[in-house]
């Protein structure tokens, strides 16, 4: 059985060697050497001129995250509560914009944003002052905000919905008001969805490049954007980008064994 | 009788204008083991539900020690209910599972200002709760690593640390194997008489209403059909359907003829019936235990055997005689295709009215319950736990 199940990875061990472990191995061994092909630690040395950057990333991923979870929790609520054909209304809804191109979603909230824009237009037929945020942090945790939203709300909707209602009814039964009963049951057995979603936000956002090129104007550059320059800007040096690649990649495996670790005894409830 | 505590006063229920519980009156009294019992889809859930608070009924009122209650909510009425699928809450322990209400309940101190419950009182009530059931010892488990039986335990005493002046169990010992099932009916009536409060109780057993309750309440299709003891329930069944539902029984159709005397499978009977209309088409049931077989010529009926069951206590053995087949209980077995007389004594049977039980339309009656009931299969009386006679 072992054998015959082992048989069928086959090709899945095949493509994860070549397109994963092997790729994996040549960052480590590009981080390490320099362009001699000797070894060195000087590319992590060198890191630390860019801390600002990986300061910015990881501060602004972390908002994108927060304002995801604050917009995404109670909406994956509501929807949780409506009839499955509401609900499902809602999350095509939701997963529509992901089916266009990321670069054209990004390029249209450019055209947005920009100080002639579609938002400065309505501002001041409005009579209101106009807003300078393209090419500010801002305009960055927007579009990350709108592009990963998604992945926020479908995993905390799928445990929420999962929750079963005679729970919530014994909850109330048990003298628990509206607000107790979410506090006390639905809250703590969401969390696994708020975990992974958060992971899924957390991930994408702090290596992202397109977006913070295209609305931060790079006055705001963030890892993704740097290791971009190291690979096909004009400051090519490969050895700099996997030494940036591979502590951006530790320090994500690092705030994901954190999360896990925060949410291990609601996991073990969940494997019932 | 103690006094009264809970009344349904013409209550019907809706759902989307299907009408599942039809202007049903009902009085619960203080102290009382009340048994809603009923096949499924009789509203029998829904009434419980109606009780709990987590329906509103369409029209009528729910008066709860004289105050109406239509309108309050579930986490302000002094009930609490063990639900079927007992509902523990899979991210706490079995001690918090107890301790649920009481760590949220809001006593007033004195100054007009609301307190918690002190911590001392907590955990003294919650292992006076899990002693209560038989789970002491087990306040540190999580609730996915107890048994069914284990689980329905902790409902149990998650709902009565509270203290509720009623306490309503929706089908609670549904999931539970037959030997568990007994004990747990023991239990829970020894649990009724120490805790001293009202337990409305709902189940498709007729076996188990019987054997718990002091009061049935048969149900069907969303109407009351009996409320009594259940010695009155079972020997003094006021239709067919009752008689059908609550053990097993010969349902003949027959004409009384005039007082005390009716006619059915071909002949005259006397009985101690009276007050029908003379030539009133009537339903005549005879508990199969009630009717003795005799040698060929010594009874008012005679037939054929068709067959004989082994059922433990007593052998089930049908009859033939003419249309009808009659099913007779008896401790001595017959043979197959041996002729026997079927003797019946006026007290043995009961005439009953026929109500038109199904009018044209009755179907949209027949609605599912809020909770499905699987393991129950329509036809009623079927006795699949071979009751003893």
Redesign the interface.
Known sequence: MKRRGGLLAFPYAVWMILFTVVPMLLVVWFALTDEDGLPTVGNFIRLWDYGAVFGRSLGLAAVSTVICLLIGYPLAYVLSRETDAMRNTAMLLIMLPMWINILLRTYAWMSILENSGLLNQLLSFLRLPALHIINTPSAVALGMVYNYLPFMVLPVLTVITKI?D??V?????????QA?VFR??IL??SLPGVLSGITMVFVPAVSTFIISKLLGGGKSMLLGDLIEMQFLGNTYNPYLGSAISLVMMVIVLISMALMNRFGEG?E???G? | MPKELIRLVDCTMAFDGEIVLNAINLTIHDKEFLTLLGPSGCGKTTTLRLI???ETPTSGGIFFDGARINDV????RR???V???Y?????LNVFENVA??LR??KIPDGGGKKSRLPEGEIEERVQGALELVGLKGYHRR?V?QLSGGQQQRVAIA??IV?RPQVLLLDEPLGALDLKLRKEMQHELKEIQRQVGITFVYVTHDQEEALTMSDTVVVMNHGNIQQIGTPVDIYNEPVNAFVADFIGESNIIQGVMHKDYSVSFAGRLFECVDSGFDPNQPVDVVVRPEDVRMTPPDGGQLRGTVNSVTFKGVFYEIFIDVGEIEWMVHSTSAPKIGDEVGLLLTPEDIHVMDRPDLFPEGAEALTLEDVDPEPEFEDGGGDGEDGEEA
């Open positions: 079963d005679s729970v009814e014994a909850a109330q039964d048990l003298g628990g008001s107790t006390r049951v703590p057995l609601e073990e409830v969940m019932l | 709990g608070g987590f909510p579930p986490h302000k009930v609490n209910t639900f079927q699928k509902a523990l809450f899979p991210h649920f209400g949220i309940a999580r996915h998650r709902a509270n």
